[in-house]
C-alpha cells in the first residue's frame, strides 16, 4: 500500500514539474541577451573597497552586509576591519 502511494506520489510529482517547466519556458525570451549582457558589465564593473580605498574587480570582491547596505572588499581583513571601525552599525 506504501508503495502504491510512493508510486502515486512520483506521478502526481512528475505531473507538477511538467506544469511548471510550461510556465517557464526552457527557451530563453528575445531580451535575455541584453540581460546576459548587462550581467557581464556587472561582473565586471569596478566597486571601491571602502575600508583601504582600493578598487576591485566586483567578482573578485568580498562582497558581505554591513546593516542594510551591501559592500565590497578587497579581503575579508578589511571587512573585519571596516566593522570594527563601524561598530554601530
Ligand atoms: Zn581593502
Known amino acids: 500500500m506504501n508503495f502504491f502511494r510512493f508510486i502515486l506520489f512520483c ?4 505531473f507538477l514539474y511538467r506544469i511548471i517547466k510550461s510556465l517557464f519556458p526552457s527557451r530563453p525570451p528575445s531580451g535575455s541577451r541584453i ?14 573597497d571602502p575600508q583601504c580605498g582600493i578598487y576591485v574587480a566586483k567578482k573578485d570582491a568580498y562582497a558581505n552586509r554591513v546593516g542594510t547596505n551591501m559592500f565590497y572588499f578587497c579581503s575579508e581583513e578589511c571587512y573585519r576591519r571596516y566593522l570594527a571601525n563601524n561598530t554601530k552599525i
Open 35 to 48: 540581460v546576459f549582457r548587462n550581467d557581464n558589465a556587472a561582473i565586471n564593473e569596478m566597486v571601491q
Open 11 to 14: 506521478i502526481l510529482f512528475y
